[in-house]
């Protein structure tokens, strides 16, 4: 280290034989962070374009998913064309008091704020649940609920699929299903997302009378107004989607929030 | 390799007859998983050439400075970094189409046709010819890509590039689509079919009888 000067120091270095110990090492440490550096500033770079990315998918698919219901895009209009957003205690079912839309993202960064699940709880494969959810809901011009979107989300065959559950005012008829992502095979489990398998949830019942969940992708036609087709060759997925319908149906998902908006609570 | 090949024949042997796909058998897992439509076969073929290239011509300026002992972990470090960046580009403005092909595009990383070029061609060539040969490569790859996504598309959904060419019986049409063309084998079966073709067309690209099997080589000859 008698020489100092870095032009010289950087010559010397590439004289070296290309066995030699010390340029070995200081190779691997150039290049492992001229590589850092590059992927670093690309994912900083890129990551807003790809969060707004994101963001408009998921707002299009909302969107596309009340404008298929009928009705529903009047009703938007006469309320001025905005949902309520509601952050809601799935544990308790009731509206959060210390969380808000703004807020939430940072809070389901504390472990605090996610319940485990065991192997039996655990039907749509999540491993974890967090304790609140952003949920959105429409309203009528009485101010009653005309309509609750509720997003639920599960393990697929190939991927985690992501949804919004749409539901009327009953919370027991299913006014439609969006589907937010998923990379089930394309051409088969795929098909979830296509209009027209989605257009046929319209109308389904999800509990009957008792207030047992019966809502299930059948296995062929449905045969009953708890069921939807499946799809020929997508089993994995379609019992994927009827477990991950059937956990945020039930007691661990929004059953306590559906319970309290049919006592009328919100 | 010859060592004098003209710039020319650098770029347009990788297309057929030193096609890295049809002839060496490489990068064929993803030639199967991303080639369900044109669209998707594009983009991968155009993610793919564009890291080839660059690591390529990167590979090709360190080449003299690269120690023997790390060569490989260095080449994949190159690449790998390369396909992160690729990647997010496409999250970024091909937000559709980086959605369908998923993990295939990070796992160009592992995609032997890149190691392959980066390691018997790049370490030994200047950078614009390594470049021009990557370039030919992922032509190469690519002509091969199109050919299978197509027909695959073309038979599993009658479309081509999301344009419906068959009406299909959904749409009140007359074709029923072909739903093997969407699964990999079909993949598998095409890309045999194309092999089997070329290698009838042009006998010089067949492997040698002494390649294959030895247990009955008479019945082959």
């Known amino acids: 280290m008698a020489d100092m000067n870095p032009i010289t120091a950087w010559r010397k270095l590439l004289a070296l034989p290309n066995e030699s110990r010390t340029?070995?090492?200081?190779?691997?440490?150039?290049?492992?962070?001229?590589?850092?550096?590059?992927?670093?500033?690309?994912?900083?770079?890129?990551?807003?374009?790809?969060?707004?990315?994101?963001?408009?998918?998921?707002?299009?698919?909302?969107?596309?998913?009340?404008?298929?219901?009928?009705?529903?895009?009047?009703?938007?209009?006469?309320?001025?064309?905005?949902?309520?957003?509601?952050?809601?205690?799935?544990?308790?079912g009731r509206a959060a008091t210390d969380v808000t839309p703004a807020t939430l993202s940072a809070a389901l960064e504390d472990n605090a704020n996610w319940t485990g699940l065991s192997e039996g709880q655990d039907l749509a494969g999540l491993g974890q649940r967090p304790n609140y959810a952003q949920i959105y809901f429409l309203r009528g011009a009485d101010g009653e609920i005309s309509l609750a979107l509720l997003p639920i989300s599960g393990a697929g065959y190939v991927a985690p699929i992501d949804a919004i559950l749409a539901l009327r005012a009953d919370m027991n008829t299913i006014a439609g299903l969006a589907v937010l992502a998923q990379a089930e095979t394309p051409g088969l489990g795929g098909r979830i997302e296509?209009?027209?398998?989605?257009?046929?949830?319209?109308?389904?019942e999800i509990a009957d009378a008792s207030g047992a969940v019966r809502f299930a992708v059948a296995k062929g036609r449905a045969?009953?107004?708890?069921?939807?087709?499946?799809?020929?060759?997508?089993?994995?997925?379609?019992?994927?989607?009827?477990?991950?319908?059937?956990?945020?149906?039930?007691?661990?998902?929004?059953?306590?929030?559906?319970?309290?908006?049919?006592r009328g609570e919100f | 390799m010859p060592a004098r090949a003209s710039l020319w024949n650098t770029l347009t042997d990788p297309l057929v007859h030193q096609n890295p796909v049809t002839l060496q058998i490489l990068g064929i897992c993803s030639a199967l998983a991303v080639t369900t439509s044109v669209a998707t076969a594009l983009t991968m073929s155009a993610a793919l050439t564009a890291v080839l290239v660059m690591s390529a011509g990167l590979i090709s300026l360190i080449r003299n400075?690269?120690?023997?002992?790390?060569?490989?972990?260095?080449?994949?470090?190159?690449?790998?970094?390369?396909?992160?960046?690729?990647?997010?580009?496409?999250?970024?403005?091909?937000?559709?189409?980086?959605?369908?092909?998923?993990v295939f595009v990070s796992l160009i990383t592992t995609n032997c046709l890149v190691l392959g070029r980066t390691e018997s061609f790049s370490r030994h060539n200047p950078p614009g010819r390594s470049m021009v040969d990557a370039l030919g490569n992922g032509l190469g790859y690519s002509v091969v890509l199109v050919v299978i996504g197509s027909v695959r598309e073309l038979f599993g959904a009658g479309s081509l590039l999301g344009v419906q060419v068959f009406q299909t019986v959904d749409q009140g049409g007359w074709y029923t689509p072909l739903n093997l063309m969407l699964l990999a084998p079909s993949a598998f079966f095409l890309l045999g079919g194309l092999v089997w073709a070329i290698r009838t067309l042009l006998p010089a690209q067949a492997e040698t009888i002494d390649l294959l099997s030895p247990d009955k080589p008479e019945d082959l000859s």
């Open chain 1, 23 to 92: 340029k070995t090492l200081v190779m691997a440490f150039l290049v492992s962070a001229i590589c850092a550096l590059g992927v670093s500033g690309a994912t900083v770079i890129l990551r807003p374009i790809q969060a707004a990315n994101r963001a408009a998918e998921q707002q299009a698919r909302l969107e596309g998913l009340i404008a298929g219901i009928p009705g529903m895009s009047e009703l938007m209009a006469a309320e001025g064309g905005s949902l309520s957003t509601v952050v809601v205690d799935l544990t308790e």
């Open chain 1, 194 to 204: 296509e209009p027209a398998w989605l257009s046929q949830w319209r109308g389904k």
């Open chain 1, 223 to 262: 045969s009953s107004e708890f069921e939807v087709d499946g799809i020929t060759g997508a089993t994995r997925t379609s019992s994927a989607v009827t477990r991950i319908m059937r956990f945020w149906l039930g007691p661990d998902g929004y059953g306590p929030l559906i319970d309290a908006i049919q």
């Open chain 2, 65 to 102: 400075h690269i120690p023997g002992s790390i060569r490989l972990i260095v080449q994949i470090v190159i690449v790998a970094s390369l396909v992160i960046v690729i990647d997010q580009i496409l999250q970024a403005y091909l937000f559709e189409i980086s959605q369908k092909l998923s």
